[in-house]
């Protein structure tokens, strides 16, 4: 059996576990993110049936010819609700776009909270209304999942247990269905995703329907991340390394092209992008400014910071 890319932890451990067990996952969390920036998660809570039927109406859903996928396509909303279509979006340093096209579903705020105003409507499809609502089911899954591990993390970093709860509450979390088409002719130089960091603070990855997902390592090597059954993979985000002053790490990652006999081979994925408000401060924890690793990062709230990414990757004007 071949040697795992990235360490495994069980979040069982840690929200029904005892003091000592929890104790343990949150040292095991801390380490993998802090060494690896990327860690499997197994017992998380997200049902395998919801994954499935999500996938399943994924794949029927840009199975749909373009003109109709283009009607749920709101340019002004800059890729943050409907579907993206192939070739618009690319990584920040790259020339050429990434062979993807994707759609989206963010926050839908139940409570009065006044944040309400600031988040686009969820465009829902009519040719495939269970891609949609599974989509918000599948949201919330996540963001529960999402919410023991932001958890975890703050007792790692020596903060109240729930420092990230009233952070992320309703925040501007984003789930993502990412279809990379079959490969039909020679790429110029692009590929799947081509190497990038995630803008947020946690990204929840459920497996993918093909490989390609690989992880740079320190050792400056591109590892194949191949989670088991029932796996999330999990990586810091640019917003977590900000305001830990890169004691987290948020770690390179890409999507490389098949192999060319299986250029055929369609690719699905589905990552949840952890986001917490705008308002959220992203300044360095004091506790993570020392002598030897001096501040990094100018203060900057996540709402800002998002609006600089997003027009770093081509989708904000």
Request: hydrophobic share 40%; with cysteine.
């Amino acid at each position: 059996m071949s040697k795992r890319a990235i360490p495994l932890v069980d979040l069982h451990q840690f929200v029904n576990g005892n003091a000592e067990e929890r104790s343990a996952f949150v040292k095991q969390l801390g380490d993998a993110f802090h060494n690896v920036g990327f860690v499997g998660v197994i017992n998380h809570g997200v049902s395998k049936e919801l994954v499935d039927g999500f996938y399943t109406n994924a794949k029927r859903f840009f199975a749909l010819d373009v003109d109709t996928k283009k009607k749920y396509e709101i340019v002004e909303l800059a890729g943050q609700r409907g579907y993206t279509s192939f070739g618009r979006e690319k990584a920040k340093q790259a020339e050429v776009a990434d062979l993807k096209e994707f759609y989206q579903i963010g926050q839908e705020v139940e409570d009065g909270d006044s944040i309400k105003e600031m988040y686009p409507d969820n465009i829902y499809v009519d040719e495939t209304p269970e891609f949609t609502n599974l989509g918000r089911d599948l949201y919330v899954a996540f963001e529960k999942a999402g919410s023991q591990l932001l958890k975890a993390i703050a007792i790692h970093l020596e903060l109240d247990e729930d420092y990230f709860a009233t952070r992320t509450h309703n925040g501007n979390s984003i789930l993502r269905a990412i279809h990379y088409p079959p490969i039909l002719s020679e790429p110029a130089s692009a590929i799947r995703a081509e190497e990038h960091e995630d803008i947020n603070l946690i990204t929840l990855l459920v497996g993918a329907s093909a490989g390609g997902l690989q992880v740079l390592n320190k050792e400056g090597e591109w590892l194949d991340i191949l989670p088991g059954e029932n796996e999330i993979v999990v990586n810091v985000g640019d917003m977590l390394q900000r305001l830990t002053n890169d004691y987290l790490k948020s770690t390179t990652h890409r999507v490389v092209n098949p192999p060319r006999e299986l250029w055929h081979t369609p690719r699905l994925s589905i990552p949840f992008f952890l986001h917490p408000r705008a308002t959220m401060d992203l300044t360095c924890l004091d506790r993570c400014v020392t002598s030897d690793f001096p501040l990094k990062y100018e203060p900057i709230t996540a709402g800002d910071y998002l609006n600089e990414r997003l027009r770093e990757i081509g989708l904000k004007k």
